[in-house]
Structures are given as structure tokens and as C-alpha cells.
């Protein structure tokens, strides 16, 4: 290899004090760095992504053959099946999300940037609503196809996917990265995650089922309470609990 | 050798806390047994032995769901305090009071399923109050199989720290969505449930029963705690004992 | 430049380090030597501000780690045993990552340096995983001095490298300016460890049991004195 001189070889030696104005203005530039960088894996390979996909393409596949069955209109069972394909698929992304990161243990080099560790978590949950999310435009369509529903509920239901999968993907996050270190890993995720997030399914289901029968917005609106304050608390919670989790 | 003689414990007389205690429960559960099954008297509006005699289980169905999510609640306490003093004291009350919270969790699951096979001719029903038993349980479980996942023990004790206090916050969200989830309720006790199925008004005496029972449950909450902690002290000081003869 | 007082770290009841106390000052290179078991990695962590202390300080520049550890982060480098490095990403990819989370000014003239300097200049665009051994490596010390810190921690920075390649780890090293930074490394081998250290720490049990100049003493004699078991 070509031995070469550092050029800038004046600051090594010192340690200015800097303030802290210049870290808190790149916080979120952090943040969007992670989330860039995961999406820029994922889409080497799409690996995660496609499992994802076909896992949840599957999930309501096999439903609705199954339930067919014994059920007159296996259209009334939509909402369920469609969190339950959502919940699975997201139980995926969220087990890949930490994995990846410990592999090389790359987890430890985003643990020595000097940025907080809320960055970290952030950029990690960030990420995984984005995948969970392609995940989730991919099976609408079909959903709609295979329980024959109208296209003008469209608008409602992304609304109601996207904060149910904020509430997912919140404490997802958090418990995913705490699976890693465990010897189970990603087969502990489930019992972690699901009896902690059992609100945000029902009520994502209860606002799926209402947009699905074309209710009233006061008849469903104390569900969508429920969900926008599921999200804001698990957020905040992880948001700090989130550091005890990474230290050594 | 001088570290196992300053483990050991010096022979401790008949009269001590841990045998107060113990005497004590078993004073009050006896005393409970003969007010649940001589001194309260049968529900006035239930028609057939069966019904009659399935009410009782109520005294120690209620008294364990009482410690059961009481536990979960000490358990929380231990998690913020063990994140924010990291000594084994905290960590030591968590994990106790998850064992034995689940011991009773398990009971109001059992008798729950056994007063209402007679009641409601079915061993299960997603009552809110049965449903979030069995939600409690399987965080339980999960808390338990965490712990179980890990050998490091102070990241073990930070991580059930970080799980007990999450999945308590969860609890009453999960609570009010699994009611609102059922819109129609069995309220089995109060003055509308005696229309209800199974529903019964009650007596003073009843009343009294039902109250005392739940204070005998305490008690035997906390003498199993006490006998608990002391046991995971005792284990705590021969791995220490251990890591010292290892590592001299 | 590092300061280590009183260290103690416990993980529950089995104690890792005992009492350690060091003290480096700015330009030294350190090499600390020790079995396996002896507490090395975990005192780079600390030191790192990876993993918290149970009781003692460890101060980077003067600045204590538990109060400034965001701010202490610029001026550290790490080289740990494992590459931290994503698999799927180009090796340009990973350092212009590692750029943005470090705050790198004018990062592309900055990149291209570094890879110039560790000699992985047109790999660049190739995803790691196609990279040797020896390759990650290389680029995992182009990763821990991009910010250019002057603190680098090395540990273990000749696992997994074959004869060839670590031999040339201290030419490497000078390559990417190690004389102008403080460096704290742990190896296995004896030979390098005291061939490149200006001065020699031997941690046995979680102790510093030896601290002496690097050509005051051979390896032979520190295999003799502190390794006999490990052979």
C-alpha cells in the first residue's frame, strides 16, 4: 500500500472543547443518516423485505381459504385478518432490525458516535416503519382484491395502518433490541411484543372495521384516541428507556 | 474459607419475621376459608346448588387477582428504582414478586374458568377482567423467559427492569381497550348485574368475606415475598462466593 | 490524555477489573497485554465509553465519561475484533455513514484519503462482504480514524489477519498517522505488542500487574513471567 502523510494533521493532537449548539443542530440529520443507511442495505439485497411481503401475502392468503369454510361471508373477518398478516410480516422486520446491526457488531460502532442514543432509536424505528410500511402498500391492494372491498376506503385505512404501525414498530424497537443480546433472539420477540401491543391491534382492527362498514366518525373516534395514545406513550417511554438497553 | 463463614447465617431462633409471617398467613387463610365457605352466606338470587356453591370461588378468585396485578405493580416499582440505583435489592424484588405474581395470576385463570363452566356454562369467556388476567399471565411468562435467555446478570437485571416497566404501562390501555372491545360486559357483582346472567347482589356479610380475603392474600403475598427474597439473597451470596473461589 | 482511576467493573457478582489505575499521556502508544479472561476488552469498553463503570473514573482529556460521553465519542477511535462494519454496504457506503455520524467536514476529500492510506483506493464501491479478512480489516481502521480522533483504541487488531497482514499492521498504523495519536492497543501476540509499544501494561485477574517501557523488557520474559500457563 502507498504509505501516505495525513494531511491535517493539526487537530489530532488537541481537544477543543466544542459546544453543544452544533451536536443538537445534526440530532435529526443523525437520525436520517441511520435510516438512509438501513434502506440502503435492505435494497442490495431486498431480502427482508421480500420475506416480508410474501409472509403477510400468505397470512391472507390462508386465512380467508381457511375461514371460508365455516363462515358465510368471510368478508367480516377483514380487519383481523388484515393485522394479523400486518402484525406478522412487522414481526419479521422488527426481529431483522437489530440482528443486522450485531452481526459485525456495527451495533457498537453507532453506539461510539457521538450522538445521543435517542438518535440511535429513532433511526432504527424510523426505518422499520418505512419497511413495514412498503410492506403494507404491497398487501392493501390485494386485500381489497381478495375481501372485495370498495377503493374509496383507501385513504382511511393508510391513515389508520400508519398510526397502528407507529405503535408496533415503537415498542418493536425497543424490545428488538433487547432480544439481540438475548440466546432466544428473534423467537422471543413475539412473546415480548404481542401482549404489550394487544391495544394498538384491537384497536386497529375496531377503526379497520368501522372505515370497512362506513361508520360514523364519532362512533370510532374513542378508538382512534386510543390508538394516537398508545403511540405517544410507548414512544416516550422508549425514547428513554431505550439507553439503559444499549449500555454495557 | 473466610468469605463462606461470613455467608453463612447464624442459626436463627423460633420467633423471627419469616416464621411471624408464615404463622400469620396461615391464621388468615384459614380464618378466610371459614368465612368464604360457613360465615358468608349463599348469593339470594342463584337458583341451583351448583351456581350457589361456584359463587364462593369469588372470596379467592378475587383475593388472587388482587395480588396478582398488586406484584406486577411492585414489580414496576423495583424496575425504576433498579435502573436508577443498579443494586441487586431491586432487581431481587422484581424477579420475586413476577414469581409469585404469576403463581396467583394462575389461580384467577383456574378458579375464573371454574366459577364460570357453572355460571355460564362455558370455561371461558373474554370477560375484560378474565381477558386481561390471561394478558398479565403471558407477560408473566414472557418477564420469566427473558431472564431465562440471559447469563449476564446485571444486563439481565437492567433488561427485566426495562420489561416490567413497559409491560405494566401497558396494562390499563390494555384494559380499557378490552372493554371497550366487549361492549356488552358480565358485571357479575352490583345492583344492575342482578338482572345478568349469573350477576348476584351483595350482603354485608358477603361484602365483609370478600374484603377480609383480600387482606388474608396480602399477607400471603408478602410472606412469600419475604421467604422469596431471602432465598434469592441466599443464591445471590453463593455466586458471589463462587465468582470469588474462581477467580482468587 | 486517558486517566483511569479506581476502575472497578463487576458484571453481578463476578468482578472483572479490580482497582485499575492509568495513566497515558497525549502521543504515547500503550500496548496492554494480558490471557484471555483477563479484563482486557472490557476495559477498552469502558475506556470507550461503551459500558459504564461500577465504581472509579475514567477521564478522556481531562472530561469525565460518565458526563461527557457524546462529546468524548469525537475523539476516540475504536478498532475492536469484530469490523463494525455493514456487510451489504459498499466500503465508501460504510465510511460516508460513519462520515455523517461523526460529523466529518468536507467527507469525500476526507474518505478518499483514508482509503488511499490503508490501500483500499478503488474497492471502494465493492460491498464488504466480497472484501478478504485482511481487506475489512484495513477498512475497519479506515472507519476509526475518518473523524480523525486523536485517541485510537485498537483492540485486538491482528484477529483473524493471516502472518502477512498483521506484520504490516504497524506500517498500516504509521500509514494513517498512529505517531501524532495517543494509542491504547491489546494484542495477543507478545512479539508485536512490545516490538511496537513505547510502553507495556500487563493486566492479570482484572490488575495491572506490570507497567514498564517497551524496550525495557522481551517477550520472552513476559511469556515466561505472566503466559507460562497459557503456553
Redesign the interface.
Known sequence: MPPQTDTKNQSAATMQPAGAAPVRSRYFYKILAIVYKDITAELRTKEMLSAMFVFSLLVIFIFNFTFDLRTDNAATLAPGVLWVAIAFAGMLGLGRSFIVERDRGSLEGLLLAPVDRSAIYFGKFLGNVIFISVVEVGILPLFIVFFNQPLAVVPALVGVVVLGTIGFAGVGTLFSAMVVHTRARDVLLPILLFPVVVPVLLSAVRLTAGILDALPLEDIQSWLGLLITFDVIFLAASFILFEYIVEE | MSAISSASKKPAGLINWGNGLTLASAIVIITGLYLAFIFAPPAANLRTPAEQFAQRIMYFHVGAAWVGFFAFFITFISGVLYLSKRTFYWDNLGYASVEIGLTFMTMVLITGSIWAKPTWNTWWTWSPRLTISAIGWLMYIGYLMLRGAMDDPSRRATFAAVYGIVSFISVPINFLAIRWWRDIHPAVVGSSAGEGSGGFDMSADMRTTLLFCVFAFTIFYVTLMYHRLKLGKTMHEIETVKQQILHQ | MIKVIKLVK??????VLRNIDIDIA??DFVTLLGVNGAGKTTLM?II?????PTAGTVLI?GMDTAQHA???????G?V?H????????SGE?NLQ??A????VPDSKA?IN?VL????LWGRQKD?VRTYSRGMQQRLAIA?AILH???ILLLDEPDTGLDQNAAS?LG??L????MN??TVLMTTHNLERGVSLGKRVLVLD??KIVRDAAGNTVTAAELKSTYFSQQG
Do not use: C, W
Not at chain 3, 100 to 103: E, F, H, I, N, V
Not at chain 3, 116 to 119: L, T
Open positions: 463487576a458484571f453481578g457478582s463476578r468482578v497525549p502521543g469498553s470507550a465509553t461503551l459500558g459504564r482529556g457524546a462529546h468524548i465519542r469525537r475523539y476516540i475504536l475492536s469484530k469490523t463494525l462494519l455493514y456487510d451489504d454496504l457506503q455513514f460513519y455523517r455520524m461523526y460529523d476526507r484519503e488511499h492510506q490503508v490501500g460491498p472507519r480523525n480522533p486523536p504490516m506500517d498500516l504509521a500509514a494513517v498517522g501524532r495519536r485477574k482484572g
